[in-house]
C-alpha cells in the first residue's frame, strides 16, 4: 500500500487569508507571546502555521477561542480529558477540595482512595506511586526496572513517545535512529535503544546481551496509535521479556483508562511488570502515576538503613498525589470504573471515523481514517486497505505514516478544520463521553466542506 504524496503543493493562501480573518485576537496575542515565552508557545504539539489559536474557556465537548469562536474539541486536554471538559462530578469534586485546602505537605486519605481505584482497575497494580507528569512516570518506570535488574539499557520502539525526558530522547522522530533534541549528553542517549518494530530478531538480540532492564512501550503503536503495533509481536514482547528477566513496562500514559477500565493490559490481552498512567488518571488535572508489581515497586520503600542507604530509590516530588489532582482523579476513576462512559466515547468514534471515511469517499480524496476505542487518526494520501473499516493500516512504512500526519495538506486540514468550527489534534483527536451525535454529524460535514477547500487549493 503506496501513500501518494501530499506535500508538493504551495502555501494555501486563501485558507491562511480567512483563518487570520477569523482569529484576529488569537494572532494578537500569540504576537505578544514572542517577547514572553519561547517561540510563542508552552507546548510544542501546539504549534501551528502561522499562529495557534488561544482559548479561554471549555465545557463539555466544547472550547471557546478568545475570538468568540465556539470549537468542537478533539484535543480534550492532550487525552487527559474522557469525560469532557468540567464533568460535573469532578468540577464539584475539585470545589469541595478547594474548600479543605490544595496541600499538606502530608499524606492524606484521598491518595489512598486514588490508589485503591487504580489498583481495582488496572491489572497487576500492586502497588503505586503517584507523580505529576507522564513524563516524570516513564522516567521512574525506567529507574525502578534499573534498581530491580542491575541492568543499565532499556529498550523502546522507534516512534513511540515516551516523554521529554533525557533518557526518552531518542527515537521518536522520523528518522528514528536520530534524538529528538539537543541537548541531551551521547552517554544518555546511548543508554537507550530504540528497536524497529515488528522485528522480532532485533528484539531478541537486544535482550540477549543482558544489559536491558527494560522494554518500554506504547501497546496501542506509537503516538497513540498512529504507527500501529500487531497484537502478536506484543504478546511476543512480552514472551522475550519473561524469558530474560527483563521489566516489560506499558507506557499507558494515553492508553490508560481509555481502551478499557484496565488500559491496554485488559484490551490486548497481555500483562505488563510496570505501568505508566497519565493524562485521564488524575481526571483532567496534573498528575500521573506508575502502578505494577510489588516486588519491583519495593525499590520506593524504606526499609532498613543498609538498604535505605545503598539500594532504596530516591523519589521527591512536591505535587506527587496533591490533594486537589487527587479529588479529579477519584471522581473521574469511579465514573470510568464500569467502563460505561469509555464505551460510549468509543461508539462515537468509531461513527465519526465511518463518516469520515465516507465523506473522503464521496470527494474521491485519497485518506484514511483508522480508530481505536476513543482514538482516531487521519492520514490523507494514504490508500484505504481494501475493505477495511477503521483498522489499522498494516505494513505502512512508520516514517511515511509521521510524514504523512505532518504534510502540509494535513496542516491546511487543521486550518480549514478550525474554520468550520473543529479543533482536530495534529492529524486526529480523542473523544469524550461529552461529545453527541450531533458533535459528530457536524463535524463530518465540517470535513466534507474543509475537503473542498483543499481541493480548490490543490493540497488533495
Ligand atoms: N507517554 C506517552 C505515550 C504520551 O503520549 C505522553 C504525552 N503525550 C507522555 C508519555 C508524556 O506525558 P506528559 O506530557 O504528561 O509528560
Redesign the pocket.
Known amino acids: 500500500m503506496e501513500p501518494s504524496s501530499v506535500e508538493a503543493a504551495p502555501a494555501p493562501s486563501s485558507i491562511d487569508r480567512d483563518y487570520a480573518a477569523a482569529f484576529p485576537r488569537s494572532q494578537a496575542l500569540f504576537a505578544e507571546a514572542q517577547d514572553l515565552l519561547p517561540g510563542g508557545l508552552t507546548?510544542d504539539?501546539r504549534w501551528l502555521e502561522p499562529f495557534p489559536v488561544f482559548v479561554e474557556r471549555a465545557a463539555g465537548a466544547y472550547k471557546w477561542t478568545v475570538d468568540g469562536r465556539r470549537l468542537i474539541d478533539y484535543w480534550m486536554g492532550?487525552?487527559a480529558l474522557l469525560l469532557g471538559h468540567n464533568h460535573p462530578a469532578v468540577a464539584a469534586a475539585v470545589a469541595r477540595q478547594l474548600e479543605q485546602g490544595t496541600h499538606f505537605g502530608s499524606s492524606h486519605p484521598l491518595e489512598l482512595e486514588w490508589a485503591r481505584l487504580i489498583k481495582a482497575m488496572v491489572p497487576g497494580a500492586e502497588q503505586v506511586r503517584f507523580v505529576?507528569?507522564?513524563?516524570?512516570?516513564?522516567q521512574l518506570a525506567m529507574r525502578l526496572a534499573r534498581a530491580h535488574t542491575g541492568r543499565p539499557r532499556v529498550a523502546k520502539f522507534a516512534g513511540?513517545?515516551?516523554?521529554?525526558h533525557d533518557e526518552?530522547a531518542s527515537g521518536y522522530r522520523a528518522s528514528f535512529g536520530v534524538t529528538a533534541s539537543t541537548g541531551v549528553p551521547q552517554a544518555v542517549l546511548a543508554t537507550t535503544i530504540a528497536l524497529p518494530v515488528g522485528d522480532e530478531a532485533a528484539l531478541r538480540q537486544a535482550l540477549a546481551a543482558g544489559d536491558v532492564a527494560a522494554v518500554i512501550v506504547?501497546p496501542s503503536g506509537g503516538?497513540?496509535g498512529a504507527v500501529p503495533m500487531d497484537r502478536d509481536f506484543l504478546r511476543l514482547v512480552r514472551e522475550e521479556t519473561r524469558r530474560t528477566g527483563t521489566v516489560l513496562i506499558f507506557?499507558?500514559?494515553?492508553?490508560g483508562f481509555r481502551l478499557a477500565p484496565g488500559g491496554a493490559q485488559e484490551y490486548y490481552g497481555v500483562d505488563a511488570d510496570l505501568v505508566?498512567l497519565?493524562?485521564v488518571v488524575a481526571g483532567g488535572l496534573?498528575g500521573?502515576a506508575v502502578a505494577g508489581r510489588a516486588d519491583i515497586m519495593a525499590y520506593l520503600a524504606y526499609r532498613d538503613p543498609e538498604w535505605n542507604r545503598t539500594k532504596k530509590i530516591a523519589h521527591q516530588g512536591t505535587f506527587n498525589a496533591n490533594p486537589l489532582t487527587a479529588a479529579a482523579a477519584v471522581a473521574t476513576l469511579r465514573e470510568l470504573a464500569d467502563g460505561q462512559a469509555i464505551r460510549r466515547a468509543a461508539a462515537l468514534c468509531r461513527a465519526l471515523g465511518e463518516g469520515l471515511n465516507q465523506t473522503l469517499a464521496a470527494a474521491g480524496v485519497t485518506g484514511y481514517v483508522y480508530w481505536q476505542a476513543s482514538m482516531f487518526h487521519i492520514a490523507l494520501g494514504l490508500e484505504p486497505p481494501p475493505g477495511a473499516q477503521g483498522e489499522p493500516p498494516a505494513g505502512v512504512d512508520p516514517a511515511v505514516l509521521e510524514r504523512l500526519s505532518k504534510g502540509t495538506g494535513t496542516i491546511a486540514l487543521r486550518k480549514a478544520m478550525l474554520l468550520e468550527g473543529v479543533d482536530l489534534m495534529r492529524s486526529g483527536g480523542f473523544l469524550s463521553a461529552a461529545h453527541t451525535e450531533e458533535d459528530v454529524a457536524e463535524t463530518v460535514a465540517a470535513f466534507g466542506r474543509a475537503l473542498q477547500r483543499l481541493r480548490q487549493e490543490g493540497l488533495v
Not at 505529576?132 to 516513564?138: P, Y
Not at 507506557?251 to 492508553?255: R, S, Y
Open positions: 507546548h504539539s492532550h487525552g505529576n507528569s507522564g513524563t516524570e512516570a516513564t513511540h513517545f515516551h516523554g521529554w526518552a506504547e503516538s497513540w507506557d499507558e500514559v494515553i492508553t505508566c497519565g493524562k496534573p500521573a
